[in-house]
């Protein structure tokens, strides 16, 4: 006979193949972008919003404005086609997150359902141990089983450490690097036994000098203060609002800012999986920019990406690590 849980992947596994994801794989398979110009060209991806919040996909080249440590850039590079992406997929099953894991399993599963032929992804969990699935695939079916089965909940909340561990397993794989991470808690790694984990500062540093995308989900209890749906511009509220027990880390919020992703909030499980379906739109709707490197120094670099459209706002990473020129002997 079988098992409940393995009913439960039959059941799970049916529904996706029948759900949004089926429209997505029929679009065309997305071409990997090719810089020409090497380790010098720069390359930007960019999320544009109007004031409504949808997305803005209709911007064309000349409709962009790069700066470099506040000096602009002719755009050597510009691609506004549905781009693939590399994803990491990383969920809190620590012990606070217990009562919403099967809601969380479900939500999940409209992210699997989108991807495209040219994506590949892995899905893991953080709690009493950081735990990912084997290999990266598209195959909704695999990462399905793997949510449901292999993954266990349970401990503390390794947050920092958790993204680390995602970013490491991206790092031999070339073109854009996503981590899509959903927390309700805080990082408890301090309080710990063992040696010091991953801080918010050193995986920030990875993420600008290694180029990581950061996505974040935070949730709050559900004794936390109003409910909160869609992205959350500026910085943390460390010197503003007080932080709340209930509230997720802050620092989700300023490690996504600073790596060009998205940082949502909500209350409850509701929306959580039409939140995750958003996300993959908005992953394969991103404009990829580029430019050449003004300087080879091998500083960290600030990057300001503009639109000149009225009404709409920009996302793109903030910073990153200009190429060093090899020393003449």
């Known amino acids: 006979m079988r098992s409940l849980r393995a009913c439960l992947v039959g059941l799970i596994v049916a529904a996706a193949a029948a759900g949004a994801g089926a429209n997505e794989r029929a679009q065309k398979p997305a071409q990997e972008p090719v810089f020409r110009t090497g380790v010098e060209t720069v390359p930007v991806y960019a999320t544009v919003l109007g004031e409504d919040g949808r997305l803005v996909t209709d911007l064309t080249r000349d409709q962009f404005e790069v700066q470099d440590n506040g000096r602009p850039q002719p755009v050597t590079l510009f691609d506004n ?3 693939p992406i590399s994803i990491v997929i990383m969920l809190d099953m620590s012990g606070s997150m217990s009562g919403n894991l099967p809601t969380l399993r479900s939500a ?24 990912l699935s084997s290999e990266f695939t598209n195959d ?11 993954l266990e909940p349970g401990g503390g909340t390794p947050l920092w450490g958790a993204i680390n561990v ?7 794989l070339q073109g854009r690097r996503v981590v899509l991470v959903l ?16 801080t918010l500062e050193s995986v920030v540093r990875r993420a600008q000098t290694e180029e990581y995308m950061v996505y974040a989900i935070g949730m709050r209890s559900s004794g936390g203060p109003s409910f909160a749906f869609g992205p959350v511009g500026g910085r943390s509220r460390r010197g503003g609002l007080p932080m709340n027990d209930d509230e ?5 919020r300023d490690l996504a800012a600073e790596t060009g992703g998205g940082y949502f909030e909500l209350t409850g499980t509701e929306k959580l999986g039409p939140l995750f379906a958003q ?15 003004p300087e080879s120094d091998g500083k960290l670099h600030t990057i300001d990406v503009r639109v000149s459209r009225p009404g709409t706002s920009v996302r793109a990473r903030r910073n990153y690590l200009a190429p060093r020129k090899p020393q003449s002997k």
Do not use: C
């Open 81 to 83: 086609g549905i781009q």
């Open 108 to 131: 999940a599963v409209q992210m699997f359902t989108r991807l495209l032929p040219g994506d590949q992804a892995k899905v893991g969990n953080f709690g009493d141990r950081i735990t």
């Open 140 to 150: 909704e079916n695999t990462l399905i089983r793997a949510l449901w089965l292999d």
């Open 166 to 172: 995602a970013m490491t397993a991206l790092a031999h």
């Open 183 to 198: 927390s309700d808690g805080k990082d408890t790694t301090r309080f710990s036994p063992g040696p010091p984990g991953p």
């Open 248 to 252: 997720p880390d802050p620092g989700l």
């Open 279 to 293: 996300v993959a739109d908005e992953l394969h709707r991103q404009y990829l920019i580029g430019f050449t490197a």
